[in-house]
């Protein structure tokens, strides 16, 4: 089995390269579904999950060429309306081709996703807003068929901002007849990223507060566009320098998407400062406890809850964490507890009693933001600390093992031998 093994107790200190992000990288590589021309993609991460939607546009009939974090998906003939049901069970973000595909095509059939087992994740918002643009959908032995001559633009309230829901609905309301209207949208960095690359295709798109009106066209162009960089990477990054008591500076960065978070982490008594594109931490040796609760966009990261769990774990005195996006986002804990956390779970809230260290043993990362939790209490911890499980990180963390390196941390990665 291929383990990260980490020495721990060592403050990281330095400067760290933030790749772009992967929710915003997948969404837009669907987008090119939308047109015949080429969409081109700057700062695309290099990642499991990128490869997989990668795969996924090539088997439906894309043309894609990948030159580092340089991404173009052109047309290679004739589209597919059937979606590959192996990468579309790996990875949730992959059901997102539905839409362009039943706006592009008039019918598209796709496997019901698969993705991090951190709740039950249905895709109910997404089928119900392409029935009120006027889809008509089947389902049979876990794969959806939508079929529509044309879909017709309508007004779909969200009873939840659901970011999938959000940009599927986008996407196809873009080839719709006539104006759209979403409400209670998703309105996270990587959502507004999506619709900046849709405007550049030639979309017709307005958002302000959680509303989103699309004027739908008949067709879409190719565009160019450089995405943004990762919230999530630079805030685990973050963390990894407040965990070991360290300074991180990490760059490129956004500090206007991380806003809640950076507030919660100065709450823990360290110093953060940004400009110039970067932002850094200078952590204190253990963290003030602290209470948050994860929200939509523009509250706390639901994707940044474990690591900063692990960082609490250290804590001088008792945080509370509530998770109210996911009810089972809680897979990691157990391992945390192991490692020596005290931490006692009430629902969907965590208690987390500060103690004074953590000590290595073997884990296995659950999910990709479960996994950082574990690797970053290693990095913290006394001793050694394996982290199995490397399926779930490398989807979401590329070059991990090299970014903690440049950090002085000490971890290296061994791999299964056969
Ligand atoms: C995206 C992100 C993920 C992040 C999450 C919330 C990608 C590839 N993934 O996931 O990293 O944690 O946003 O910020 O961008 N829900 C329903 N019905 C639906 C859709 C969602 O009940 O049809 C529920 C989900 O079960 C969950 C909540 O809504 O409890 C949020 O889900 P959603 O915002 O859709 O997350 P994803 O798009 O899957």
Do not use: W
């Not at 690359?197 to 450089?226: F, Y």
């Not at 760059?251 to 919660?264: C, I």
Request: net charge negative.
């Amino acid at each position: 089995m291929s383990s990260l093994v980490i020495e721990g107790g060592r403050p990281l200190s330095g400067t760290v390269s933030i790749s772009g992000a992967k929710n915003a990288a997948l969404p837009a590589c669907i987008a090119s579904l939308l047109t015949e021309e080429a969409v081109i993609l700057h700062s695309v991460p290099q990642l499991r999950d990128i490869s997989t939607i990668l795969y996924t546009l090539g088997a439906l009939g894309k043309r894609v060429v990948r030159n580092d974090s340089d991404v173009v998906i052109a047309s290679g003939g004739c589209l597919s309306e059937e979606a590959n049901a192996y990468s579309v069970r790996q990875m949730r973000a992959s059901f997102l081709v539905l839409g362009p595909l039943v706006a592009r095509l008039g019918r598209a059939i796709v496997p019901l996703p698969g993705g991090c087992a951190i709740g039950a994740r249905p895709v109910d918002l997404h089928l119900s807003g392409l029935r009120q643009l006027g889809a008509r959908l089947t389902e049979r032995g876990g794969v959806v068929e939508v079929v529509a001559d044309r879909l017709e633009g309508a007004h779909i309230d969200l009873p939840f901002p659901s970011v999938g829901a959000t940009e599927q609905l986008v996407m196809a309301a873009c080839l719709a007849k006539g104006e759209t209207r979403i409400t209670n949208a998703a309105v996270e960095p990587e959502v507004l990223d999506l619709l900046d690359l849709l405007t550049a295709m030639g979309a017709e798109l307005c958002v302000e507060d959680r509303i989103i009106r699309i004027q739908g066209k008949t067709e879409l162009t190719g565009a160019e566009h450089t995405l943004i960089p990762d919230r999530m990477e630079a805030g685990t990054m973050l963390l990894a320098g407040a965990i070991t008591g360290g300074r991180v500076n990490v760059s490129p960065a956004r500090p206007d998407h991380l806003q809640a978070f950076l507030h919660t982490l100065r709450k823990t008594g360290a110093t953060i400062s940004s400009g110039d594109g970067s932002i850094e931490i200078d952590a204190e040796p253990r963290p003030s406890p602290i209470a948050v609760e994860t929200a939509p966009y523009p509250g706390f990261p639901t994707d940044l809850h474990p690591p900063f769990a692990a960082c609490l774990t250290l804590g001088t005195g008792v945080s509370q964490l509530t998770e109210a996006v996911f009810e089972r986002r809680f897979a990691y804990v157990h391992s945390l507890c192991r490692m020596g956390a005290k931490i006692v779970q009430d629902g969907r809230t965590l208690s987390i009693q500060g103690v004074d260290g953590l000590r290595g043993c073997e884990v296995e990362a659950p999910d990709i933001r479960g996994g950082a939790a574990l690797v970053l209490a290693g990095l913290a911890a006394s001793g050694t600390t394996s982290v199995t499980g490397l399926l779930h990180i490398d989807r979401g963390h590329g070059h991990l093992v090299e970014k903690l390196r440049a950090l002085g941390a000490s971890v290296e990665r061994r791999e299964a031998s056969s």
